[in-house]
């Protein structure tokens, strides 16, 4: 069974920094890997989708990298806005034909101004 | 990217009473969509997977006969929580499975339910 462990779990930042949040997976036996946010009693927004065989995924000031061998994955933010604020998910779907997506439990992100 | 519609965005309903939520996948056709669960500072937890023209598959623990789910069409699945009670309140949120961009296996995800039983 895939488990999925973000760390950490809540993180605050000074606007302007750059970080990191982390996932892992225990089973590398994956089809894609994906980044969400979820703004407080919202829905998912997809922030990035990282195929089995790529490396890494750009979109503006994020960057999502994947090693399958390790079971890891990270989502970096570059220069941190209060607007970042939120909380980030990782959700990774098996390589099967049911195509089930387990999530993390999410890192909750605050960017001080 | 495909967009996915949920109805309603919020329902407020009295215990015992039976609650429908829809899913739409709106300009493409999915022959699966997943239901998930969210509670309160909690992380989605797969309740069943949605196929078309035939039954759900449902997660362990997760009661068939409290949560009915029909896929009807290729663009509508309905999740209805039956004989609802407090505990049930939570976000309810759907995704539609897609092959249609490059064959790629792509799940979109709707805006979700809220759910409150009083």
């Known amino acids: 069974k895939q488990e999925v462990t973000q760390i950490p779990a809540a993180l605050s930042v000074p606007e302007g920094e750059n970080l990191v949040l982390n996932c892992s997976f225990t089973d590398s036996a994956i089809y894609n890997l994906q980044w969400f946010r979820q703004d407080p009693g919202k829905g998912l927004t997809s922030l990035l989708l990282?195929?089995?065989?790529?490396r890494e995924q750009t979109s503006g000031r994020l960057n999502a990298s994947l090693d399958k061998s390790s079971g890891r994955s990270t989502l970096y933010i570059a220069a941190s806005q209060p607007g970042d604020s939120a909380t980030y998910l990782c959700?990774?779907?098996?390589?099967?034909?049911?195509?089930?997506?387990?999530f993390g439990d999410g890192t909750t992100l605050t960017v001080k101004p | 990217g495909a967009v996915v519609s949920q109805h309603p965005s919020r329902v407020i309903c009295k215990s015992g009473t039976s609650v429908k939520i829809e899913c739409r996948s709106l300009?493409?056709?999915?022959?699966?969509m997943f239901w998930y669960r969210q509670f309160p500072k909690q992380s989605l937890m797969l309740m069943a997977t949605s196929n078309e023209g035939s039954k759900a598959t449902y997660e362990q623990g997760v009661e068939k006969d409290k949560f009915l789910i029909n896929h009807a069409s290729l663009t509508l699945s309905t999740l209805t929580v039956t004989s609802a009670h407090p505990e049930d309140s939570s976000f309810y949120i759907c995704?539609?499975?897609?092959f249609g961009r490059g064959g790629l296996d792509t799940q979109y995800f709707g805006p979700g339910t809220r759910l409150t039983v009083l």
């Open positions: 300009d493409f056709q999915a022959t699966t």
């Open positions: 959700a990774v779907k098996a390589y099967t034909n049911a195509g089930k997506s387990t």
């Open positions: 990282i195929q089995s065989s790529q």
């Open positions: 995704s539609a499975r897609d």
